[in-house]
């Protein structure tokens, strides 16, 4: 069994704090961590999937989507280190439509991150 890089152990903190603010709806906090330099990829299942740059890009695309969902969470987190300068998450999402009140979950979203080059 590999032990946990230093990289990977301290993603996995600040992620984790902003995992909770993100659960609690706060999506500033939640994203307040992200270099300017990051390229953060929506997995397919998304909608409007894409490569989001910059922190600003993500805030912006999370809060549009907490007013469709606004009650949504994530939880099963699982952490890859593909090398010492990227990382993917994997996850579930679940949450309740603002105006149709329809549940909706969606699995093994992944996010990947690395600085631009």
Request: aromatic residues 12%; proline residues 3%; charged residues 25%.
């Amino acid at each position: 069994m590999n032990e946990e890089s230093d990289f990977l152990r301290s993603f996995r903190v600040l992620f984790e704090e902003g995992n909770r603010a993100w659960n609690e709806g706060d999506v500033k906090r939640a994203y307040a961590a992200l270099p300017d330099d990051l390229d953060y990829r929506l997995a397919s299942s998304w909608p409007q999937a894409r490569v989001l740059r910059g922190g600003d890009e993500v805030v912006a695309f999370f809060e549009d989507f907490q007013e469709t969902f606004p009650d949504a969470r994530t939880s099963s987190h699982e952490f890859i280190e593909v090398n010492e300068r990227t990382v993917i998450v994997g996850f579930q999402v679940t949450g309740t439509g603002r105006t149709s009140g329809a549940g909706t979950a969606m699995g093994s979203c992944v996010r990947g991150w690395s600085p631009s080059a």
